[in-house]
């Protein structure tokens, strides 16, 4: 299946689990002639993060909406009712009150996981979902939602690591490849 979850042009295999390690290997061997490079999840991690896409338990969930996703484009109000759709018109109507914002840290060394406070002035403004090391644009990234206040890119914010406060700036997404130039290649 030609699809990619890395913002990359990008296969995924599916074939039964027996034949795995043999296609693994054949692959692999294959591979060698072009100096293949195994990756893993981390990998993929922060390929997502540099295209901007949303991860399912991190950006996404029963805690947030669509809209405040930036994922509005895929919600369809002129169907039919459906589950959440009166509460989702209520939202559009009255506007969110929370974005998902991308944020990147000044100091590339320090890196998010997940769960880190964002302060802005001394106070908790909202909370990392996810966070890596981007090396495509050599900058810590990380996500979080934030009051629409300080949504705008070129906000500075600073997310709160080990105790200590690492001054970040919301910044406008994706960070790599913004046109999907590569995604089409």
Request: glycine letters at 12%; one cysteine or more.
């Amino acid at each position: 299946v030609r699809v990619t979850y890395v913002g990359e042009l990008g296969w995924e295999l599916h074939c039964p689990m027996e034949h795995g390690a043999r296609l693994w290997q054949t692959l692999w061997e294959a591979g060698q002639a072009y100096a293949l490079h195994a990756g893993g999840y981390r990998a993929i991690d922060t390929l997502r993060l540099e295209k901007g896409y949303r991860y399912w338990s991190a950006e996404l969930g029963p805690d947030y909406t669509p809209f405040e996703a930036g994922l509005g484009f895929a919600v369809k109000l002129s169907k039919p009712d459906f589950i959440g759709r009166a509460a989702l018109v209520r939202q559009k109507q009255a506007g969110i009150q929370r974005k998902l914002c991308c944020l990147t840290l000044s100091e590339p060394a320090q890196v998010c996981i997940g769960k880190e406070p964002v302060r802005h002035n001394g106070q908790v403004a909202g909370w990392v979902t996810s966070g890596g090391y981007g090396y495509s644009v050599g900058k810590s990234i990380a996500y979080a939602y934030l009051p629409m206040a300080l949504a705008q890119p070129g906000t500075a914010v600073a997310v709160e690591l080990y105790g200590d406060l690492s001054p970040a700036l919301v910044v406008a997404e994706p960070l790599w490849d913004a046109a999907g130039v590569r995604i089409k290649a």
